[in-house]
Structure formats: structure tokens, C-alpha cells
């Protein structure tokens, strides 16, 4: 589907807007005092011959906040709106817009403040709890077309600001789950939607999507129709009085198996429904548990989802989720985060800010997203205040107001307050922005991307330390560095908050800078294009061995001919695999074939047991590979035809230890360095 591309004027290396510039001269360099101090110092080397697919952007879930500030005073809604979508602000482009599910009429409100979405439906008068058989997709007068004012006035208010829309779910609506609520059930662990709801859910979900782009005028791409399913997080108790009083927002315990007929149901309900969107899944809270309901899929199920949806609330097994991803050739997006990286509500302290910044670093460099989507930088600042009500974690959030304001307030009686988080978030959105191409780069503290039209580079990097230290980016690894090539400096730290420093002229195809302690620096890098001849590790026609990471021992063909054992590298023949690209200018989904340069047979998977079998001249994916790298040196090799990774079975280490096959796990046993030893 072809999307708008929209036209930003974001903070760049040319000049910063006069809303967010501390003034109209450019900050100096580091002093030639800075320079000769002592300092920790780093080089990064950011790799433009490992290119992620185009990034399509950052964005954020509307849910509470869009609920309830979407009837705020203008003032108040507009300055929200300039500070999230705005040019200046976070300048987000991605809206997933939550479809309420809702509890019965007779339930009094318990929720927290935003949370209690309103659902699509419209009970017949006097429904209550216990009526639970009267809703009908098929009845218009079942539906509520005008549901939802508040977060529907969000929807109309940043339209043109949003390049992709997803409708999503967190819980169905009461007349659809076990408990009779929507904040989970009695049982935490028990699967909450009923089984006899599964078509009535897809239903609800197709028709409450058709309906908003059909009122709004937009288009939804995608439907999610989970959010952390397969988890204990979800639960609903009652008073003595029979009234819920645990659980305050909408949850839905789904495990694998009922989320597998619910994507068989929601389907064929899109597409009655004459909507073009496709289905995103299962917005699991961690790469792990993402990975174990996905596993567990049948091909069919797998085959039904267009997008694969993670959160990193977790960060264990990201590089899983992204192998699973690249072998099942799909979309992947990091859905939801939030945090608070502090020790309680602040607006100056710049540890929430460095903990956002790396846990944006860690997962563009591990995960690959195609975007990065926040779970709702706005948060109720009552609720994040010392001593609130409920507070749960007093940084959540970048931007924060009371959820409990009137149409009689006013920006001095309903303030908002930004925290570090807001800025340094700024230094990743402003500068690397949709259309870029994210890159391979040598430093965990850093994230680099090439430019859409391949003309210049951007590199954010984390200093989380107490100590200033000398940042060099060596540019060496750029086919062209122009003779007026610079690198510009954004930093924010304690100090100031997108201060643009002076360019610095590249020399030797390097440049240095001085970045303070806690802050985040964007390099905006201009006159760099094109790949070196010598940057790419992969390149057809050289001749490679394969390592484990974990056995230190190399990849050997057995003594049978056939078979793969590790065996200690000495650079043999049955050690030497010849590369080749078959699916080349492909990014980072680039396949590849290994071929013995002796007998010229190639590393294929039968049975789920990697083998060298004969060339037959033809294309076969159980012969193909797809390489991925953290750019720590290290690579994963999956296999396109079985989606399974290259391993030592076992984790074992002796010599003539079988070479297997598994499922993506993140394990050292699974990670490979290649060393060219072409002659």
C-alpha cells in the first residue's frame, strides 16, 4: 500500500528551531584544555555495508492519555499535540488507536484515570452484568458509532501527522470474556476470552476498525488483536460487596492456543468487513514469551500475520525475535515500552533519560525493528507523583500532566511538565527519521543510520558515565568522504538540551569530539555515501571459516563427506566455505549460499540436520542463509527454507561434536565469528 510521505522540518544539521535553540550562535567546540586532558576515549565505526530495511518511523499507543485529554481545554490539547507530533516535539508518525473492550453499564468505573476506554458496542436499556447474549455484529443498532469522543478527537487532531495507523486490543468486551470484566479474570493464568466469543471478538475488532477509518477518513494498516497475552499480569478481584476492586486497566489472559483461533477468526473478519488491513501479533511483553507463543503457531496461523509485534519490557532474546522475523520474512516492529530509570518523579535527574536512550540503542542494534513505538509518552503526573494515590514509578513517561483536569482549567492550573526522557528521546527522533536505513555500528552505546537518499548519516551516542570522554566516529567504512565533509554535535545533557555545537571538519575520514558526561550526542554526518570496496565482511566468491562463539572450535566437514562436526580450525579445506549472494541488494535479508571451494557442494538443512549435499544449479532456500550481527563480531546463520540456526548441538565443546540445527534461542552456541581467509 502506498503511504504520504510526510515532509518534516526537524531539527537538523542546518539549523534548530528557534523553540528549542538556547539562542542564535552555535555552541563552540570542545576547548584545546578539554582536548588534552585526560580522557576515557572511544572509537565508533558505524558500517554502512550492513543496512537495515527502511525505517518507518517512531510512534505511540494513544490509550489512556489520548481518553483523558481528549476533551481538555484547546490550550491544553494543543500544546499535548505540538509536544508529541510537532516538529519540535518527539515528531512521531506512527498512532496505534486501542479499540476499548468495556465493562457492563452496572459496573461502576475502577480503573485508573484514562483507562477505562469506552467500548464500540450499545447495550440495550437496562443490560447489566449477567446479560451476556445480546450483542450481534450483524445489528447496527449494537453498535455505538460515536464511542470513544475522547480518544477519537486525538485521532482527528493528528491524521495528517500519521503515516501508519494500528488499531489494537487489550481486553474484549465484558459480554466476551469468562470473568465478566475486562481487567482479567479470577484466574490470572486462565484463558479470559471465551471460547464461543472467538468469531464475535474478530467481528468486534473488524467492524470497530472499519468504523474509525470510515468516520476519520484514514487508513489502517494493521490490527493487533493482543497485548501481552500469554502472561499472569491480567487479573480481576472482588470486594465483599461483589464489586471488582483489583485490576485497574483492561487485560486479557489469551494464551497461544485460543490466539491462534482468534487470527483464524479475524481474517476472515477483515476482509468481510472491507478493510485492507492486515493483522499484526501478538504484542507480547518480551522477546522470550513472543517467542514461545510464536513457536508454537502452526504455519497456517504464522501465514495469517502481516506484522510481528514485541515489546522489550523484557530484553533477554531479542536477537531470537529478530532471527524469527528475517526466516519468516515479516515486518517487526518494537510495539511498547516505558520505564522509569529513576528513583522517583523528577524533570532534571538524566538517569531516566540515559535509561530510555540505551534501551532505544539496545534495541535498534539487537532487535531490528522497522519501528519503535512508545507505549504513551504522556502519563498522569498525579499518579508519578511522591506519595500518589497508586504511583507506580515517578519518571513513566516523557511528558507528564493530571489526568484530572476540567474544561475550566488552564496550562498554569493543569501544567505540563517534559522530563530528560523527552529530550534525549528528541536526539534519536529528530535524527534518525522514517526512510532511513539503520546500520551496523561497533559500539553498544551507539546507533547509527545512513540517510534516505543515501547522501549523509546520523550516529546517536549514550555517554552514561560520571566522565566526559572523546567520541571518535571513524568514517572509514563510507565508499565517498568529500573533501567538506563534517560532523555536527547535538547534545544534551544536565547542561542543555539539543545544543548544536559548531561542525567539526572530518580529517583522515575521522573526526572527534568531546561529549559531556551523562548525555546523549546526535552526529549529524554530512558528505558521507556509498559502501567501501573493503567494508563488507560478506562478499561473494571469498572464502570463509565459521567459529563458534561458544566451542571456540570451527565449523569442519565430517569424515563421511556429508555431515558437519567443530573441530579445531586449522584453516583446512573441510573448514573453508565459499560465499555467494543470491538474493543480493537485499539489506539485511540478503541470502546467502556456502559452497565447499574444493568439490564445490553446499551446506543445505535435510531433516533438520545440516549436510553438504551436490549443486544442482538450482535455487533451494534449505540451502540458503541469512546472516545477522549485532556488529559485536559475531553472526547467527538462519536457514530460509526451515527458519532454524546454525549451532553446536548441545553447547558441546569436544572435538567432532556434531554441528545441528534449532530454533532461535540467543545461545553462544548459536553465534558464529567468520574470519575471511580467502587467498
Known sequence: MARRTRTRRLLTATGLTAALATGTALIPGPTSAAQAADLPSVTVRPDPSYQQEEFEG????????????????????????????????????????????????????????????????????????????????????????????????????????????????????????????????????????????????????????????????????????????????????????????GGRQEGAHIGPGLQEKVLHALAPALKKARTKAEISAM???????????????????????????????????????RDIAKAEDKRLWMSEVEGDWGDGQSFTDMRPGLGLAQRIVDDLRELEPRAWVFWQPVEDHDNMRPGGESAEGGNWGEIQLPFSCTSEDTLETCPIRTNTKFDTARNFTHFIKP??????????????????????????????????RDVTLDLSKFRTVGRNATVTPVVTSADGKLERHRPIKVTDRAATFTVPAQSVTSFVVKGVSGVAKDAPLLRKGHTYTLTGVQSGKAVTVADDGTHLVIGTGDGSASQR???????????????????????????????????????????????????????????????????????????????????????????????????????
Open 577 to 679: 566455505w565459499r560465499l555467494s549472494a543470491v538474493r543480493p541488494d537485499d539489506g539485511v535479508r540478503e541470502r546467502y549460499e556456502f559452497t565447499s571451494p574444493v568439490d564445490g557442494e553446499r551446506l543445505a538443512v535435510r531433516d533438520d540436520v545440516p549436510v553438504t549435499e551436490p549443486h544442482t544449479g538450482e535455487r533451494d532456500p534449505a540451502a540458503e542463509w541469512i546472516m545477522s550481527t549485532t556488529g559485536d563480531g559475531t553472526w547467527t546463520l538462519v536457514n530460509a527454507a526451515t527458519g532454524r540456526l546454525l549451532e553446536v548441538g548441545g553447547q558441546a565443546t569436544h572435538e567432532g561434536a556434531a554441528v545441528t540445527t534449532w530454533q532461535p534461542n540467543s545461545g553462544s552456541n548459536q553465534r558464529w565469528t567468520v574470519t575471511d581467509v580467502t587467498d
Open 283 to 321: 504484542d507480547e511483553t518480551n522477546p522470550s514469551i513472543f517467542a514461545q507463543n510464536w513457536n508454537s503457531y502452526s504455519p497456517e496461523a504464522r501465514d495469517l500475520v502481516g506484522q510481528m509485534n514485541v515489546h522489550t519490557y523484557g530484553t533477554g532474546q531479542r536477537t531470537t525475535v
Open 435 to 468: 526512510g532511513d536505513r539503520l546500520i551496523k555500528v561497533d559500539d553498544t552505546s551507539s546507533a547509527a543510520a545512513v540517510t534516505k537518499n543515501g547522501k549523509g548519516a546520523s550516529l546517536v551516542h549514550v555517554n552514561s558515565t560520571t566522565e566526559a
Open 58 to 245: 517512531w510512534g505511540t499507543s494513544l490509550v489512556w492519555f489520548a481518553n483523558a485529554t481528549g476533551d481538555y481545554p484547546p490550550q491544553i490539547r494543543e500544546k499535548l499535540a505540538r509536544l508529541l507530533f510537532g516538529d519540535d516535539g518527539l515528531a512521531l508518525n506512527i498512532a496505534r488507536y486501542n479499540i476499548g473492550g468495556g465493562n457492563a453499564p452496572d459496573v461502576k468505573d475502577y480503573l485508573r484515570a484514562g483507562g477505562a476506554v469506552e467500548g464500540w458496542w450499545k447495550a440495550p436499556a437496562g443490560t447489566t452484568r449477567e446479560d451476556t447474549d445480546w450483542w450481534d455484529a450483524e445489528d447496527p443498532a449494537d453498535w455505538n458509532e460515536d464511542a470513544d469522543a475522547t480518544q477519537r478527537w486525538w485521532v482527528d487532531r493528528i491524521k495528517k501527522d500519521i503515516t501508519h495507523w494500528e488499531t489494537f486490543s487489550n481486553s474484549p468486551p465484558w459480554f466476551m470474556t469468562v470473568s465478566g470484566y475486562v481487567s482479567g479474570g479470577f484466574d490470572a493464568t486462565a484463558d479470559q476470552l471465551k471460547t464461543e466469543s472467538v468469531d464475535d471478538f474478530a467481528a468486534y475488532l473488524a467492524g470497530a476498525t472499519k468504523r474509525l477509518e470510515k468516520a476519520h477518513g484514514i487508513k489502517v494498516d494493521t490490527v493487533d488483536p493482543f497485548n501481552e497475552p500469554n502472561t499472569n499480569y491480567w487479573s480481576t478481584r472482588l470486594g465483599a460487596d461483589g464489586e471488582p476492586v
